[in-house]
């Protein structure tokens, strides 16, 4: 199972709505689906919405008997669609994956059905692939130097996308955390992933150290992705700063979104040292 990146960290909110939105959709579904190209499917949780006053337990709100397929769509000729059933893992409540590839540049519809709920449907279109540029200029050790950027990435042009979302991840299970002087110490310990997003036509980054949690081996990565999550996301920063609380989904039948993105190849890894 791959790794999860730092998108997906806030579709854990998704089971919680706020009490107004409860009254109004007591039971519904609520699906999180990140397709990845040239990956495969595995990252689409289906759970059922709960009130955000009573203790949210994973294993209890996750749906285990939903039907979910995705549908890989022919644009040319619709008898040539490919649809996979997805399969349950029961190590994980509520995860539904495939061993099918993700193809970019492709359409793909979501549907999950479960007995008692509204049918969820959506679609997302993939990225295409794409590659970093400047691999090599990356040294193999980085010193912390909280005066001067941390590092830079350029990348080609993908294709099919909404944004890009430049990404910087510790790969190390027991790194220590660089102190940051905009973080509480009592606080709780920052992701191991934290990104920044980027216009669709920009080749080009800049990555300050306030992105950069921890010392020792450091990934960094750029990633394409399509309209959906970014749309949500942008909602979620507004709805938490201002009266906004109606969110607005890509899903059709429930709560959540379906997402894809591509991964830029030669991502360089460094060791980023005190």
């Known amino acids: ?20 939105q409860i009254n109004e959709k007591p039971h519904q579904l609520v699906v999180s689906a990140f397709l990845v190209a040239e ?7 289906v759970t059922q919405l709960e009130d955000m ?13 939903a039907n979910v397929t995705i549908t890989l769509v022919d644009q040319t000729n619709s008898a040539g669609n490919i649809t996979y059933t997805l399969t349950h893992d029961a190590s994980m409540p509520g995860r539904y994956y495939s061993p099918a590839i993700v193809q970019p540049m492709k359409k793909y519809l979501l ?22 540029t400047n691999k090599n200029a990356f040294p193999d050790t980085i010193t912390y130097n909280s005066n001067s950027p941390a590092e830079y990435i350029g990348w080609t042009a993908s294709r099919n996308h909404a944004y890009y979302l430049c990404l910087i991840t510790c790969l190390d299970a027991n790194a220590g955390e660089i102190p940051n002087q905009f973080r509480s110490k009592d606080g709780p310990k920052p992701g191991n ?16 150290w306030l992105l950069v949690n921890y010392y020792g081996r450091t ?19 507004v709805s938490n700063r201002s009266e906004l609380h109606e969110i607005q989904y890509s899903l059709q039948g429930g709560l959540g979104v379906v997402s894809s993105s591509a991964r830029a190849h030669g991502s360089p890894i460094v060791v980023i040292k005190p």
């Open 111 to 132: 549907s999950v059905e479960a007995p008692g709920f509204p049918r969820v449907t959506g679609s997302t279109s993939v990225p295409d692939t794409f590659s970093i």
């Open 193 to 208: 992933t934290s990104g920044i997003f980027k216009m669709r036509d920009s080749y080009f980054a800049e990555l300050p």
């Open 219 to 237: 990934q960094f990565s750029v990633e394409a992705t399509d309209s959906n999550y970014f749309d949500y996301f942008k909602q979620q920063i």
């Open 39 to 45: 990956e495969k499917i595995d990252s689409v949780f």
């Open 53 to 65: 006053l009573s203790f949210y337990d994973p294993n209890t709100a996750a749906v285990q008997n």
């Open 1 to 20: 199972m791959k790794s999860f990146s730092l998108i997906l960290i806030s579709f854990f909110i998704f089971g919680c709505e706020e009490s107004t």
